[in-house]
């Protein structure tokens, strides 16, 4: 199977609404083979269900909490268990079509987070989601900003086989204890300028990468809107990091999607 696959991108985003089609088209014409839609809140899984009918084949859903809720105006916090009341029904009657929960996860932040209190009510959030993921065998999509290490052990704890983590932010000695847990990493086209970014790829292994776009943010150029289109910009960069060929960068990296969310495969040849 040859092409990119985008493990994690914001396609509902309202900066897609006005131009949806060319977005995919355009993105197909760069390589893109499927992209994976996640949710931050209850508030865009019909959006995202709707998006992956009018795309079959091409979007594919992920639903879940993001750990930080609170769309503007209402001021942005650290998610709360009552933030899944809305979620869990919906998560199960489209469990069918699901090829991963997410995006979930961690965020200590400290403009978000005011202490240890809103610290365990994001830990409990993720872990309910996990059960759920280990009860639908679906992996998780996870986001782990400021809090990569506390994220990775939380999930092993768990008991979580599954999981990418999207646009790591952690030390490169931290990711490496996700890779031996059999974790997968995915990496932004922001990583054209972040150094940090760089030096992740520079560690890891390309066994345990994917690609990602994090559309509409995490572009290759700051506060302009990003397009799962990038996707070969961080492929490229990442093959010229490990000196491989940039066909090499592709195999792997879709290969790890598909081990990583087996449904795809199926869906991918329906």
Do not use: W
């Amino acid at each position: 199977m040859k092409g990119f696959i985008d493990c994690h991108c914001h396609i509902s985003a309202g900066e897609f609404d006005n131009d949806i089609e060319d977005v995919i088209e355009n993105s197909k014409k760069a390589g893109l083979l499927a992209l994976l839609a996640v949710a931050e809140n209850v508030g865009e899984f019909e959006k995202i269900i709707q998006l992956s009918q009018r795309f079959p084949g091409f979007i594919f859903p992920c639903l879940g909490v993001h750990p930080i809720q609170g769309t503007a105006p209402e001021p942005q916090r650290g998610a709360v268990l009552q933030d899944l009341d809305a979620a869990l029904p919906l998560i199960e009657k489209y469990k069918d079509h699901l090829v991963a929960i997410g995006e979930v996860g961690l965020d200590f932040t400290p403009r978000f987070v005011s202490g240890d209190a809103d610290k365990d009510s994001q830990r409990q959030v993720l872990i309910r989601q996990a059960e759920i993921a280990k009860q639908l065998d679906l992996p998780l999509n996870v986001h782990s900003r400021s809090a990569g290490r506390p994220t990775i052990h939380l999930l092993k704890e768990q008991g979580v086989e599954k999981a990418l983590l999207h646009a790591f932010d952690g030390k490169p000695s931290v990711a490496m204890e996700g890779v031996k847990a059999g974790y997968f990493f995915s990496i932004p086209p922001s990583i054209v300028r972040s150094e940090q970014k760089q030096k992740l790829v520079k560690q890891l292994p390309l066994e345990s990468m994917c690609l990602e776009t994090d559309s509409p943010a995490l572009g290759p150029e700051k506060q302009v809107r990003n397009e799962p289109k990038n996707i070969s910009v961080c492929a490229e960069y990442i093959s010229k990091i490990k000196g491989v060929p940039l066909e090499t960068v592709m195999e792997v990296t879709t290969q790890n999607a598909l081990r990583l969310f087996p449904r795809l495969k199926t869906l991918l040849r329906a």
